[in-house]
């Protein structure tokens, strides 16, 4: 009997030593803002090159059926926060407020940085966040041990602002200062600082949205690429630009660039295996500012851009790269979204996955490991342009537009994605058994909210 009790005191040893020694891994999560699916080189792009991106995708995974959180920015993010879809989210819409912000979360809502802070993660976000004003109860102070960057959206519309934030408090600018850049060093010097902490990073870039603006030293050699340009003005806010198509493929260089500094500095303090690396972009290509999407074929095959619900709008890019634990050189056709990384971090993070989410964790398609839960039906609302929903159930994907005023059960428009990518062919005709059960999706995936209504934005 002593001696079973000494084995079992020894195996009992072990075991802590093995989870003791299995760190948990640092968390990653770039979030382009406005870039298109056709907006990388791995995805399809021929006029410009990222092959920094393009190096993620050949050392990890590449998602071919991944979708953003909404077709603009603050419900996306507010999706990929709090592990919800648009039905049931708070943040519905690009709700104002002045002089500065969006309307703010709820004070105790859930989000991916304070379930990984009872995990022990140090998190830091960079970039833009859109989900509270300054100094309202979601500042994004209150979520993140660190923020630098954008509060606001419309303050984000320029790259060369009179001021960022850095948690509470306001740092001036001299409406000069590229802070693309600037965004880029705070998040790297957050890694350094972080090093022997796990970690999530949050990176919500603003390239390339909104006002073409890059460092002339980018933008030249695409001047003398596209010339039949050079007399087009691109303005949307801050300074004027000359040829706003030469300045997107500068952006995107410049952040691109910025992704292989921060893969180089992974390397260099020795974390990169134990880092997962995901990379992805908040809805589809916008038409501001002077961007041309149709002249870089910025939404590749698909249909729609930004406010739109065909796959154009929404589907997204996503990359996963994790040494030793993602197998380099894959594609996943998993129909995934974002508000799928709220439960995915849980489960690398070793926290519980609250309930009464709509995302379902990844982890098991990422490393290979069990059977991956696939989705049900993924879904989509939103308010502008009269309103309109979509869902996708299998490789149908029914749309169905201006809600305002009309009969709920008129109107939608069905596509068989295996066959029309482009959802080019409304088969709705054709296909009475799959439109009901689109509308019966429709029903069960959405909750009243007290800010949206189809048919009227509520104050």
């Not at 079992?8 to 406005?34: C, E, G, H, R, W």
């Not at 050079?230 to 500068?250: L, M, T």
């Not at 030793?324 to 070793?350: R, V, Y």
Request: with cysteine; proline share 7%.
């Amino acid at each position: 009997m002593k001696s079973l009790l000494v084995f079992l005191s020894a195996l009992f040893t072990v075991q802590q030593f093995a989870t003791a020694a299995a760190p948990k891994p640092n968390i990653v999560y770039i979030l382009l803002d406005d870039a298109g699916y056709g907006d990388l080189s791995c995805y399809g792009q021929k006029l410009f090159t990222t092959p920094h991106i393009d190096r993620l995708a050949a050392e990890g995974m590449k998602f071919t059926e991944h979708y953003s959180g909404s077709t603009v920015c603050a419900p996306t993010r507010c999706s990929l926060m709090t592990g919800l879809h648009t039905g049931h989210t708070y943040v519905r819409g690009n709700r104002e407020v002045k002089p500065e912000g969006q309307a703010a979360m709820p004070a105790d809502i859930v989000t991916i940085p304070r379930l990984l802070k009872k995990a022990g993660y140090k998190t830091g976000a960079f970039g833009k966040w859109g989900l509270g004003a300054p100094s309202s109860p979601s500042d994004p102070a209150e979520h993140f041990d660190l923020f630098y960057g954008y509060n606001c959206q419309r303050e984000a519309h320029s790259y060369y602002p009179d001021h960022l934030w850095r948690n509470k408090q306001r740092v001036p600018m001299d409406g000069e200062t590229y802070t693309a850049t600037l965004i880029m060093d705070e998040a790297l010097q957050f890694v350094r600082d972080n090093k022997a902490d796990p970690f999530f990073l949050f990176l919500p870039v603003t390239i390339p949205h909104a006002a073409m603006h890059a460092p002339e030293e980018y933008v030249k050699p695409w001047r003398e690429k596209f010339p039949q340009f050079e007399d087009k003005i691109g303005k949307y806010s801050g300074p004027e630009v000359r040829n706003p198509v030469a300045a997107f493929a500068g952006m995107m260089t410049l952040m691109d660039e910025g992704v292989g500094d921060l893969m180089a500095l992974l390397s260099e303090l020795n974390i990169d295996d134990n880092t997962i690396v995901l990379f992805s972009s908040d809805n589809g290509p916008h038409k501001e500012g002077g961007h041309d999407p149709e002249f870089f074929n910025s939404n590749g095959p698909l249909k729609g851009h930004k406010r739109d619900l065909y796959e154009g709008g929404i589907r997204a890019p996503l990359i996963a790269r994790w040494p030793g634990n993602i197998e380099p050189g894959t594609t996943s056709a998993l129909i995934s979204a974002h508000w799928d990384m709220l439960p995915t971090f849980c489960e690398l993070a070793g926290v519980d996955i609250p309930a009464g989410l709509d995302g379902i964790s990844m982890v098991s398609e990422l490393t290979g490991e069990g059977s991956q839960t696939p989705h049900e039906f993924l879904y989509w609302e939103f308010y502008e342009k009269g309103g309109k929903r979509a869902v996708r159930f299998g490789n149908w994907k029914a749309v169905q537009q201006n809600l305002t005023g009309v009969n709920q059960k008129d109107g939608v428009e069905l596509y068989d994605l295996s066959s029309d990518i482009g959802e080019e062919h409304n088969i709705a005709d054709d296909h009475p058994d799959q439109v009901k059960r689109a509308l019966e999706y429709f029903a069960a995936a959405h909750t009243p909210s007290e800010f949206w209504s189809f048919g009227r934005r509520k104050k």
